[in-house]
């Protein structure tokens, strides 16, 4: 397939026959730009690669900008399998009499996706219900693509010497497991049992019940939602339905998830979003749920201050902080760079700039300068870009800097709270402990180890290691030399004592060493060159 979308160099590279690829490949390609072409065989390949390319298209550290932008076109778009092989999912969940379960269900699917589809039902206790069933042999297609794509990794990541540093193989590993995430209906379960314990005492907010004693690894059965989804124009002009306090309880419930509660939701896109009257939101679709720790709550806090107040400074520290040590990284030529990227944008408001665009886009900076960004901090970024969307739907002017920097600030106030400090002073307490119980432990091991008549040290130093090698092949340069040398005085103190017979006019002893001379000269010319 890449090779009937114009990709022949690169199938060639990995070995897969130019045979082949002349014979496949579409007429006029050519005309197609790369990222066009790419993007054309992903849809051509099936669900397994779409979704790939929509992880690609939030990974501009990984991908280049005209790959992200045209990976953004691929849409989850699935055709509607019939409801008699959604049925035989449901009768091995159920049993072969689903009437048991369900008064009815209806045939049409509220919606298709290329994971799973989406019914509406009725429990035989007249409670109305929606059903997320898996396809049918849905794990099996992506298990069958996910090793292809293994396959193909490993042959870019041994043929093609532009791919290694982007690490491919660890790209498929990432993205099969977000696709092993997704196929488990029951961690989507945990997951809105989660939400719905973090949003029990808001209003504002209501979180799908979960069926448990109805829901397995493929199908997921969950209270309905009334209301209208955000992507419908009518969804904000309900009676009842103020845009500003919409607007204002969704940031709310938002922040709260990434700053308080350290868990938020993944694809908060406008269709996941259901508007009810009152002005309160309903939440659904938590396949995807990313995961925030506290030292990576701390640095989204720092970066969004950093960023109101222009400290590009203190916005590449946090970045540094997160990631890996890097010794060949510089902190001020990475600053440079992000505000050459995000300065020019200053001050605008949504409507002119994309605040999460941006965000994305300094991810591409930091791969330039060698920093591996958590996968959690780029999944927020892109939640950044989802909601500014939304934003977009409800108020066309909004900044959503200003909104971020008030949850921002009441998280770096809380760090300094009497029970934050209590909290990490009592970590702190429990660790300090621990150590000074096993301290004496550890320390007697080590005097009886140090004490011991065979006790050695070794030191590996690996900057030594050159030198070793260096010295050891002088040494035996030397050896040979001093060897070659008495070989020659012997040859010459030989020559006056005519030890018949001759050889060359000269004692056979004489021309013997000197023959030995000659070898091992060029034994060792040869390791010479060789070194």
């Known amino acids: 397939m890449f090779a009937r979308n114009g990709f022949q160099n690169v199938a060639e590279k990995i070995r897969l026959g130019r045979f082949l690829l002349d014979r496949f490949a579409k007429p006029d390609i050519e005309r197609f730009t790369p990222a066009e072409r790419m993007r054309m065989a992903f849809e051509e390949l099936g669900p397994t690669f779409v979704k790939l390319g929509q992880v690609l298209a939030t990974r501009p550290d990984l991908v280049p900008e005209d790959f992200v932008e045209e990976f953004k076109k691929l849409h989850d778009q699935a055709s509607s399998v019939s409801f008699e092989e ?17 008064r009815s269900i209806d045939e049409q699917p509220l919606a298709a996706a290329s994971i799973a589809q989406v019914h509406r039902a009725i429990l035989v206790d007249g409670t109305e219900v929606v059903v997320k069933v898996q396809r049918p042999g849905i794990e099996k297609i992506i298990n069958d693509d996910v090793n292809v794509l293994y396959y193909i990794a490993e042959l870019l990541q041994r043929y093609v010497s532009e791919a290694r540093p982007f690490n491919p193989v660890a790209i498929v590993d990432e993205f099969f497991r977000t696709l092993e995430l997704e196929t488990n209906f029951i961690l989507e379960a945990n997951n809105i049992r989660r939400f719905q314990e973090n949003f029990k005492n808001d209003p504002t907010i209501q979180i799908p019940r979960v069926y448990f004693e109805l829901s397995g690894r493929k199908v997921l059965v969950l209270e309905k939602l009334e209301g209208i989804p955000l992507s419908q124009a009518a969804s904000l002009d309900q009676p009842d339905v103020d845009r500003l306090q919409i607007m204002r309880n969704g940031l709310r419930a938002y922040f709260k998830q990434v700053f308080k509660d350290g868990v938020f939701h993944g694809d908060l896109h406008a269709g996941n979003l259901f508007i009810q009257p009152g002005n309160r939101i309903g939440m659904i679709d938590f396949g995807i749920v990313g995961r925030l720790n506290r030292r ?18 203190r916005l590449a520290y946090e970045y540094v902080e997160l990631a890996p040590y890097n010794e060949a990284m510089s902190l001020d030529e990475f600053a440079k760079d992000l505000k050459n990227l995000l300065a020019p944008h200053f001050g605008l408001t949504l409507k002119n700039v994309d605040l999460g665009r941006l965000l994305m886009d300094s991810t591409a900076v930091a791969a330039k300068h060698r920093l591996v960004l958590p996968a959690e901090l780029l999944l927020f970024f892109k939640s950044v870009v989802t909601v500014e969307g939304m934003g977009r739907l409800i108020m066309e002017d909004f900044n959503l800097l200003d909104h971020a920097l008030e949850f921002a600030e009441e998280l770096v106030r809380t760090r300094y709270s009497p029970d934050r400090m209590k909290e990490e002073v009592a970590i702190f307490a429990r660790d300090s402990s621990t150590l000074l119980k096993g301290l004496p432990r550890h320390l007697k091991q080590a005097i009886r180890k140090i004490g011991h008549p065979s006790f050695a040290m070794r030191i590996s130093l690996v900057e030594l290691e050159e030198l070793k090698r260096s010295v050891e092949t002088s040494s035996n340069l030397l050896f040979l030399g001093l060897v070659i040398a008495g070989l020659i005085i012997g040859a010459s103190m030989s020559v006056s004592t005519r030890v018949y017979p001759l050889v060359f006019n000269l004692p056979w002893t004489s021309a013997l060493l000197f023959g030995l001379a000659c070898v091992l000269s060029m034994v060792a010319f040869y390791n010479y060159i060789r070194k």
Request: proline content about 0%.
């Open 86 to 102: 959604i049925e035989h999912t449901l009768r091995a969940q159920f049993g072969a009499d689903i009437s048991s379960v369900f």
């Open 296 to 313: 990576t709550q701390d640095a989204i806090a720092n970066m969004f201050v950093a960023l109101y107040t222009e400290d590009y400074e």
